[in-house]
T-cell receptor
Framework: GQQVMQIPQYQHVQEGEDFTTYCNSS?????IQWYKQRPGGHPVFLIQ?????EVKKQKRLTFQFGEAKKNSSLHITATQTTDVGTYFC?????????????FGGGTRLMVKP | NAGVTQTPKFQVLKTGQSMTLQCAQD?????MSWYRQDPGMGLRLIHY???????DQGEVPNGYNVSRSTTEDFPLRLLSAAPSQTSVYFC???????????FGPGTRLTVL
């Protein structure tokens, strides 16, 4: 089945620095979703990308979907302490359980004030 | 709307005990899922349902049972708890198979 890999697993940044997490799939994805989980909380949907090469922005967050639709990235400009949490990507697994979403292992972001 | 609710929030079991984790949603979503979250391993799908009366296995189904008698409820049963089932369990619902997943607050389970 599909594997969705995320790097890095952890990232410490100083407040104000930029942050990027990368998501790579072993198969082509029809779409990719990004979620954020605050410490002690539950995953919350951020965005979905569908088109090859798509770029979407949410304030300081920029999401990209690769041209081949096998990778994606989330970039945060000028991190703030409110950005702390774990960021997950998720994509449909066409060979997996009922084509349900497969989640990456997540990137845990820690921000030093 | 309450969204997705889960009970209990915390649970400690002894090896061999059984219990049911409750999940309910009030968004009239057809699709519901159970995930477990372990450090460094992301969210792994245990079981899912595409509608009342229909369930199927996910990536890590062993040791768990589910049923879906109503659209709203999707309980997860641990038949005989094992320490390897110590984890945080999330229930999620969505309107479509690949649509936005709405997660509940989670149940933190410890099996001694």
């Amino acid at each position: 089945g599909q594997q969705v890999m995320q790097i890095p697993q952890y990232q410490h940044v100083q407040e104000g620095e930029d942050f990027t997490t990368y998501c790579n799939s072993s198969t082509t994805l029809s779409n990719i979703q990004w979620y954020k989980q605050r410490p002690g909380g539950h995953p919350v949907f951020l965005i979905q990308l569908v088109k090859s090469g798509e770029v979407k922005k949410q304030k300081r967050l920029t999401f990209q979907f690769g041209e081949a639709k096998k990778n994606s990235s989330l970039h945060i400009t000028a991190t703030q302490t409110t950005d702390v949490g774990t960021y997950f990507c998720a994509g449909p697994d066409p060979q997996g359980a009922g084509n349900m979403l497969t989640f990456g292992g997540g990137t845990r972001l820690m921000v030093k004030p | 709307n309450a969204g997705v609710t889960q009970t209990p929030k915390f649970q400690v079991l002894k090896t061999g005990q059984s219990m049911t984790l409750q999940c309910a949603q009030d968004m009239n979503h057809e699709y519901m899922s159970w995930y477990r979250q372990d450090p460094g391993m992301g969210l792994r799908l245990i079981h899912y349902s595409v509608g009342a009366g229909i369930t199927d296995q996910g990536e890590v189904p062993n040791g768990y049972n589910v049923s879906r008698s109503t659209t709203e409820d999707f309980p997860l049963r641990l038949l005989s708890a094992a320490p390897s089932q110590t984890s945080v369990y999330f229930c999620a619902s969505s309107s479509g198979l690949l649509d936005t997943q709405y997660f509940g607050p989670g149940t933190r389970l410890t099996v001694l």
